[in-house]
Structures are given as C-alpha cells and as structure tokens.
C-alpha cells in the first residue's frame, strides 16, 4: 500500500519541476512512511511514497522496465491477490522476473494485456504507467474504488494522485468550492458522487475505470460492470459457492511480507473472515492469528441499545476469541481522544467525513499497527447481502432517496438564508439518484420486489459502500497502514448481484443466505447474532465536550462556518444536543453528538483548506 501522484504536460519540459513533484509527494508521506521515489522526464514526473508489504527489498517505486526500446514506468497503490497466476501466465509468454513484487507483475501485465489489463487482475489498485516512446499515460482503479485516485488539469497540466492534499499542491490549482460542490458536501455528504469531488476542477477517477492520455486524445472508459443475469442456482449450491469464493478471497488476501492479523467485532462477517484466516493460519504456518477489536472507556455503563445496535460486540468477541483460540488484544479508546483526532480525520479525508466514527476508526488504526501492519476487515458484505434495517422497511424501499440520508429538509435548513436561495438541495439530490438508478439493468422475470431490492443493493454498493471504502482507506492509510476488505472482491460481487432476494433475505433476516452458508461453520450464537454496526460512543462526557467546542466556534462570529451555514439553526442544534436535527444527518449512527462533531469537522476544514466560495 502507498501514495501516488503524478505531472503530464505535453506543452513544455517538465523535467526541472522537480520541486513541484518532490512537494506533492511530500503531502501524502503518512500513505508510505518507508521510502520516497521520484521519476523525472521531459514531459512527465512522477511520486511515490512506500508502505512495504511485498518483497521489501525490491519492490521500489517508481519502477521501470524496458522492452523492444520502450521503457515503462509505474506507480502503484495497492495489492494484486492474484499476482501469483498472472506471473506464471507471464512466465509462460516469455517475461522473466528480478522480483517477487506484484509491482513487477503489473507492470509487466500491462505489456503484455494493454489497455485490458485491469480485466486479468483481482486486487485494490489505484496505478499509472508511462510510456516513453508513445509519451502515452495510462490511469486506472480498482472495480470498487478500494484504493483512491483523483485528477485535475491545470493550467496544461494533467494531475493526478491518490488524495486531494496532493493536486492542491501544485501551484496552478487553487481551493474552490462551487455550487455543486456545497450541494455534495451538505446534500450527499459524507458521502459523495462517484467522480465528483467536492473542489472545482478536481475530479474523482469512476471505480473500474481507466484513462488513455497522450498528446492527441483523453479518452476514459470503464472496463467492468455489474451483469445482470438470471441466477440458476438452488440454495445449497448457491451457499457452496459462496463459501468456496468467500474462503478464496480471504486466503488470497493473507498474502504479506510484514505481520497480517484480523480486525474482530464479534458480528458475523468479521468472524467469518477471523474463521477462515485463522484456520490458514495454523494449517500454513503453525501460529496463532492475531485480532483486534475496538471499544470505549466506560461503554458497557453508558450503552443504551436502539434498533440499531441492539447489544455491545465484547460477549461475542470473547466467544470468537475462545473458539478460535486467537491472539486478541482490545483497543480501548478514550473520549478526549476522539475529540482530539477529529481535525486529523478531516486531515486524512481531506475533507469532513463521519465525525468520531473516523477518528475512532484513525485511533484504532494507530494502535493496531504498534503489532500488524496490515488486516483484513469485514466491510462490504452489508451491501451485497442485504444487512442493512433499510433492506426491510417499506418506508426505506419506497423512499425515492437514498434511504441512509433521508433528512433533506433539515440538510436544506442549515444552510445559510443567501446560499439556501441559490442551491436546492432536494433537487441536486433527486438527479443524482435519478441518474444513478438509470444505471440498473433488471430481468424480465424480476419480481417488483426483486426489482426493488435491486436498486437498493445498487445504490447501496455504488455510494453508501464507497464511503465505508473511503474511510476505511483513509484512516488507516493516514497511519501506514493497510486494510483489506475481502468480501469486496469482484467474484464474490458478481455473483451475490444475481441472488434473488427472498433467497438472500432467507427466513427474513437480514443476510439470511450468508448466515444459512456459516451454519456449523461458526457458533450459532453468532451466525444469528443480530447485525450491529460498527460501534460508536455512547459516553454522555462526549457530548458535553462536542457541544462546548461548537458552542465556541459560534460565539466568534467570523468562523468561517457561518459563510456557509444558518447559524440560528446551528445555535438550535446545541441548545438541543442535536435533537433540533430529528434523523441522523448520515446513516445510522451520525445523530446528535456526530452531528455537532461533523459540523466543528466543517469549520476545521473550511480553515484549513480556505476554499473560495463561488456561487
């Protein structure tokens, strides 16, 4: 895992800007704390910074190889878990290998597969390869935007790199922040359009796809999408292959150079993987896995349980741990620290995300990487197996929005009165949802209620996932450190999109099928555990504190948030801990306390980053 970025400009020599390169790279040091590498040439540099994972010793960045008089350089961030397939396949078409680095065998991979390179690869990615003889630049993501990557162009310039900090670092680009950026980050946020970023002139590479860039055409295309297909299969087969690729993804992602260990809740898909990682573990190498959980001081005193998050994850922590027999070590985090990390957070996202649940997320990640460097996580089965309360509720189903922001009236509201008049949220809201679900291809045979449940998984994978995906990439990479997801690999995507729902939904519970597939697998007691989310606060103390901060940005009254926001309303929020704000602002867990987090998120970022308001 690493940080990338990268300068093409084809109407001058860009090889004395090396400081411009040297600069952005610089902003992104905490992706890859190890070691730093930069490429030079007349019309193209580029930047690297390393986290080692892979063959420590020859796996540098940017790496160049040469063939037929062509020299290709790349930079990469990410992990090929099929790296070993493709090398063998390369082997056989006359390629040879100086290292065990997938670096080298994507590089190599896209010699041989051009432009369909990304068609022969299963992993998180987020790379650009430079041709010198065709001074031809090729970009391209993974299939779910695991790994991020963004672009600009500028004043000649094409730009690209793994976060935001680093294009705004090039001199001919400049914070600003326009309509459609304010209707994202108070319409959407903090979720976001698939491609838009929030700043002007700064775009968001599409998950699975890929840019062409010479000095004749620009060319993007996507080079994988969801089929919609019939599903033919009957339960038990159906629950056979899932096993068989959910065990598949898991063992391939267990590859690693440094120490690898599980991120364990005690909820089914964390123990799932936990399961079947453990299991390889002493069957390969005759050792204890590692786990880590996450909980809060003074939480099982202060939990107060909600539909939501019905019950705390340590009971069934303690039950995993024991029937694996796992190294477990429980990160305990205090509440001064999630108010303190939350400009951090802001810091890591570039942007306001989702209050104490990032910084939360940041400080586990801080501490799990003083034992592992890199662990796989549970994220993503919700989306494509139905775990989520809106799957089951009419009101959800027929919503006509997206079902986890449904507090459009109140996201108008704080909005100040000048800016309120110019932007409709409910209408930029409406079009992005519109032009989203045009996206969903149905069967003849669908059943209204399979159609529903389509583009609810549809809508769910393609925005409410990728802000999971975002945090998750941010947090931990703000720590050199790296998560994987394996229920997020495409295989295991693919085939659930088929599922029809009442065999997903089996007996009516939320991810019925995959719980039917774990049964005799895991404990019953947590195969039938009733989904909870990741776990949040409930410590009254940090309320307090939130409210005191936010109370204090108010009281100077040129905060830059009150540019932006209607600070009556604001005032009202903390007069009320948020219950002025009756639904949660994003989710289900950003309610009261989150809120006035996100917003002191706002004012921390609006400093920071002093965007020009252009309306």
Known sequence: MCGIVGIVNYKKNILEEKNIIENMTKTITKRGPDEEGIFTSKHANFGHRRLSIIDIENGKQPMSFKIDEVTYTIVYNGQIYNA???????????????????TEVLLKAYVFYGKNVCKHINGIFAFAIWNDK?????VARDHFGIKPLYYSFSDENFIFASEVKAILEHPSVNAVLDRTGIAELFGIGPSHTPGICPFKGIEELEPANYIVYNKDCFKKEEYWKLETKPHTDDLETTSEKLRFLIKDSIERQLVSDVPIGTLLSGGLDSSIITKY??????????????????DYVDQEKNFVKNDFQPNTDNYYIDLMVKFLDTNHKKIILDTPELFDTLEDAVIARDFPGMADVDSSYLLFFKNVKKDIKVALSGECSDEIFGGYPWYFREDALNSNTFPWSIAISERQNILNENISKEICLNDYISARYQESLSKVEFLDTDTENDKLHRKLIYLTSNWFMQTLLDRTDRMCMYNGFEARVPFCDYRIVEYAWNIPWEMKAYKGREKGLLRYSMEGILPEEVVYRKKSPYPKTHNPNYTTIVKKKLSKIMEDKNAPINNLLNRQYILEIIETEGKAFSRPWFGQLMTGPQLM??????????ERYNPKIEL
């Open 84 to 102: 070993e397939e493709l090398r063998e396949t390369l082997r056989d078409n006359g390629f040879k290998f100086k290292t065990h680095s997938d």
């Open 134 to 138: 065709k001074e031809e630049l090729f």
């Open 277 to 294: 990682a453990s299991d390889f573990y002493k069957e390969k190498y005759g050792k204890k896995l590692d786990t880590f959980s996450v």
């Open 597 to 606: 987090a996100y917003l002191i998120q706002v004012n921390m970022w609006l």
